[in-house]
């Protein structure tokens, strides 16, 4: 049997750090940039102000007359459409159970899902996959409940905290990783500085720095915690990546499209606030001395005026018309639908009053999305179930390459429809309908459980015979009929 590698030493740590810290500050730098549009923020400074040209174009205050009623608009044009995205795809993933090939039952490894919450955590692990392009899951040894029961505790990591890095981008396991909080000088004139982390196939290793840790003197090493796993301990979840290990979510390649639309809400907006009302003028006319006499040029309603002078004209000018500003603003969300399978009456309010064929055809691009979404992350899923047996000293299952992630089913049906189509399954293929169970809208696995102990106990069978020997049953029938 192989030695365990020993722990790195202190100074070999921070030397390892220090040479990759840059680069992780930089994946956090170019994350913040997408993390104002996915949180809605766009052209939002620090302090919570506005920055009207971070997210549409407004002349310069020395170009024209450009104030605080200007900077308010390009305020209300910062539109949320980002999040909208996100949420899109976010609300069709729900990964319901993890089994080897040809089981029913869950892994004994699902006991450490449900200990950690993540029926709860794995929609906030999807968004900043979908928001970042990936993200991250670690495990690690520990115990819990009142009998101090061996566990283990997973914990997200979205790509704004945690940075891997891989010998080769298909290897499976990181090299290491290193997970970095930002932290404030304890004292007015202190330096800022992180708390930093990082994994290797041995142990977590603890430091602290000041500044961005660019010399040795900045680096403290506090601590390191040992484990068993004899790999770096933490799992890759991605949106899409290629084969050179980029990873793209769904924010950053639509920014320009979200800039676009910004602009047409701006420019409608300044529209309606300045150029939407009827502008009366005269010529030939002028205005009397004295505030009584310019009092009698005040006209109510019922009122008109009248000019002595039959050179004086009388006209006004038109509002500006704000329907070519809504038409643009609608054609550039018919392009973010197309562009990121996004159905379009998610966008533009269309009816929902929609067939369900026309809603199928609708939602038919996201669905094909979220399926790619699901075997990328099926896979991950897999893997970090295959860890968290290795720690539970299961070793078979840690071993096994023929897991199956069990996702929630997306696409909009009834429950009249999908009742319909299990049946002629069932009846036409000859299909077993414990099988079809799991496909039943809104079925549970304790669903299956109970339906297998009622058949195997006989006591559908024996309501029934109760039943029909009472003539409930022809009483039911005729009722039916």
């Not at 970042?132 to 115990?143: D, E, F, K, N, Q």
């Not at 202190?190 to 290797?200: A, E, F, I, K, Q």
């Not at 038919?364 to 290795?390: C, D, H, P, V, Y």
């Not at 009834?414 to 000859?430: E, Y």
């Amino acid at each position: 049997m192989a030695a365990m590698p020993r722990v790195m030493r202190p100074d070999s740590v921070i030397t390892l750090v220090r040479e990759y810290f840059e680069s992780v500050l930089a994946q956090f730098d170019r994350v913040s940039e997408v993390d104002e549009y996915a949180d809605a923020r766009q052209g939002m400074t620090g302090d919570g102000g506005d920055d009207p040209n971070d997210h549409v174009y407004m002349p310069a205050e020395g170009e024209s007359e450009v104030n605080d009623e200007y900077r308010q608009v390009a305020g209300l044009a910062r539109s949320p459409w980002a999040p909208l995205i996100v949420t899109s795809l976010a609300q069709t993933l729900f990964l319901e159970n993890v089994r080897r090939t040809g089981s029913t039952t869950p892994l004994e490894a699902w006991r450490i899902w449900r200990e950690n919450g993540w029926d709860a955590r794995q929609d906030a692990l999807y968004r900043a996959e979908i928001e970042h392009g990936l993200a991250y899951v670690s495990s690690m040894p520990s115990r819990i409940g009142f009998g101090n029961r061996a566990s283990v505790k997973m914990r997200g990591h979205s790509a704004r905290r945690m940075a891997c890095f891989y010998d080769d981008e298909n290897d499976e396991w990181p090299l290491f990783g290193i997970r970095a909080e930002p932290t404030r000088g304890r004292r007015p004139g202190d330096p800022d500085g992180y708390n930093v982390w990082l994994w290797d196939e041995t142990a977590v290793h603890q430091l602290r720095c000041i500044n961005r840790g660019g010399s040795e003197d900045e680096w403290t090493y506090v601590s390191y915690v040992e484990h068993p796993s004899g790999v770096t301990p933490i799992v890759r979840y991605t949106n899409r990546i290629d084969l050179d290990g980029k990873a793209t979510g769904e924010i950053e390649p639509l920014i320009p499209l979200f800039g676009r639309i910004d602009q047409d809400t701006f420019d409608r907006l300044i529209v309606q606030r300045f150029g939407a009302w009827k502008v009366r003028w005269i010529a030939g006319m002028e205005l009397p001395a004295g505030q009584e006499q310019q009092e009698k040029f005040r006209l109510a309603i019922e009122q008109i005026l009248v000019a002595k002078d039959k050179d004086t004209k009388f006209g006004t000018l038109d509002a500006t018309d704000l329907a070519g500003f809504i038409a643009s603003e609608a054609a550039d969300l018919r392009t973010l639908s197309a562009v990121s399978q996004t159905p379009p009456h998610h966008l533009l309010g269309l009816s929902a009053n929609l067939q369900a064929e026309s809603l199928a055809a609708a939602e038919a691009g996201l669905i094909r999305k979220s399926g790619a979404f699901r075997t990328s992350n099926g896979e991950s899923w897999e893997q970090q179930f295959r860890l968290n047996s290795l720690l539970l000293g299961r070793p078979e299952d840690a071993a096994a390459y023929d897991l199956m992630a069990d996702w929630r089913d997306p696409e909009t049906r009834s429950l009249a429809q999908a009742a319909d189509a299990l049946g002629k399954l069932a009846s036409q293929l000859k299909i077993p309908v414990e099988m079809l169970w799991q496909r039943v809208p809104g079925w549970k696995d304790g669903d299956t459980e109970l339906a297998k102990k009622l058949i195997g106990g006989g006591v559908i069978d024996e309501l029934m015979a109760e039943i029909e020997a009472q003539g409930g049953l022809l009483q039911l029938q005729g009722a039916g009929a």
